[in-house]
């Protein structure tokens, strides 16, 4: 396959097929792969979260703590707390995006917590947007091995995304940056009303006082932090929502102003009592 093109989707049609041996083999947990501990045991809670759909999460954590540790996507003492620290902290979002969504997940990264609402959420259209390659790659292989039909990667950034990635009814992210510049970069994915959602750390309160006039800047209004209490403990989760556009005013071309300019003159010079 051929090196993602940065800001086009990417597509794995033929790359993955689904036949035996298509895909890259998911490597057996063990010790040696998963890091020190292994692999986290599945929390009694995981079943309510995805339902029907929990043998996808499971092949996902899976792939999280073998291939992502090996490809540098996940550090190697995140295999003990993968369910807990990261799938289940992604699954506070789950309850928050309404129904039949086209959700945008900036900088991806492994997939979190893109991919998790793709399971969770099958009613939901969800473009991982992703600028580097290797976290690409990776994204890809998930994407299909798991065959997330309601699931596409993107490879790019946010501040230049194709327009089909755009207008987007929710934006969600998870540890990318600061306020200050994630708020530019979701709202210009969002439609006007569109839900911004970041899943922040126990801070988040503090970094939205700090950064709100960047917030506002970004024509995101009623930011505020939700703690929600789940299985996998307190989720911090800023939600702001995109502001209408701001109309634009119409310039007229030049030689409308220069005749409006001179008859402003001529108008000043007769009242004047001068020819």
């Not at 954590?61 to 490809?71: A, E, F, I, P, Q």
């Not at 990318?176 to 309160?205: D, F, N, Q, Y």
């Amino acid at each position: 396959m051929d090196d993602p093109a940065p800001g086009r989707e990417v597509t794995t049609e033929g790359a993955c097929s689904g036949e035996p041996g298509s895909c890259p083999a998911e490597p057996d947990v063990g010790v040696e792969d998963g890091g020190a501990g292994g692999l986290e045991p599945e929390p009694a809670e995981a079943a309510a979260v995805f339902g029907d759909r929990i043998e996808l999460a499971r092949s996902y954590v899976r792939s999280l703590g073998t291939d992502g540790v090996v490809r540098g996507l996940i550090g190697p003492r995140e295999t003990e707390r993968l369910w807990t620290r990261h799938l289940l902290n992604c699954a506070a979002l789950v309850e928050l995006v309404p129904a039949g969504s086209r959700v945008v997940d900036v900088g991806s990264g492994a997939g979190l917590p893109g991919v998790v609402l793709a399971i969770a959420r099958p009613d939901c259209d969800v473009a991982l947007l992703e600028p580097l390659e290797r976290r690409v790659r990776f994204l890809i292989e998930v994407v299909d091995r798991l065959r997330l039909v309601n699931c596409r990667v993107v490879r790019g950034r946010a501040q230049d995304a194709p327009d089909d990635v755009r207008d987007a009814d929710v934006v969600v992210s998870r540890a990318v940056a600061p306020l200050s510049r994630l708020a530019a970069w979701s709202a210009s994915l969002a439609r006007p009303g569109g839900m911004i959602l970041a899943l922040k750390g126990s801070t988040a309160e503090e970094e939205l006082r700090r950064d709100r006039a960047e917030v506002a800047a970004a024509g995101l209004r009623e930011a505020v932090v939700l703690r929600l209490d789940g299985p996998a403990g307190t989720a911090f989760v800023v939600r702001a929502e995109r502001g209408p556009d701001r109309p634009t005013r119409r310039r007229r071309p030049a030689r409308d102003r220069s005749a409006a300019a001179g008859s402003g003159r001529a108008g000043r010079r007769n009242r004047s009592g001068r020819p």
